[in-house]
């Protein structure tokens, strides 16, 4: 039996790591589950479109709260009202205001403890190479420290090859779509825009990124922009 524990918002790359997982776990003892995080976040909704995500597929989803952290991470446009979100390309320099500190490493050990609880092999997290300039717990040296760190963590408990699961780690958004795509994955039931309005801005970073990743990788996008993007 092979269980997996996803970590997803409800953004593309999510949805295809739970689609992945969903596609690798063939066997009738194969189990897929999933959880999500509110952690003071302005694009809560993402939290809706995770758990209806998780709903049409039939996969069990836990949202944890831990949103009382979320006054002591101020200084990130995600988590601080007083902080507009920024707008333009990903790479450029102001996306540094949507990082929030350790983010990653904080939501991985709490799913690292689920998973040792029910027995999972896996955590999965959808990391990819677009997001390593931003956001250091993306990059691939942060996975081999925390992977290494969690078998230390939990020897002897849970699951014996329990480990991080990062597929998309070193593959650009673009390819992402396009996996995504052959597994069938319905992009318009996803959430990326961090401003967590009625529709995707088309203006912030996310939406630029999420924009290029389906131009690039030759599938249709989906999504009703309140702005269409000006891409390069």
Known sequence: MKKVLCVIS????SATLLALAIDQCTDLDDDVEAVSFDYGQRHRKELEYA???CGSEGIRHDIVDISAIQPHIGGSALTDDGIDVPEGHYESDNMKLTVV???NAIMLTIAFGIAVARGAEWVG?????GDHAVYPDCR??????FNAMQIVAVEGHGHPDLRLWTPFINLKKSHIAYIGSNLGVDFSKTWSCYKGQELHCGVCGTCY?????????????PTIYQQEPVLA
């Open 125 to 129: 997290a959808a990391m990819h190479a």
């Open 101 to 103: 500190p350790n983010r």
């Open 209 to 221: 990124e999420r924009r290029e990743a389906f131009r690039d990788g030759g599938v249709t996008d």
């Open 140 to 145: 691939p040296a942060f996975v081999q420290a």
């Open 51 to 53: 758990e209806n995500l």
């Open 10 to 13: 409800s953004g593309m790359d």
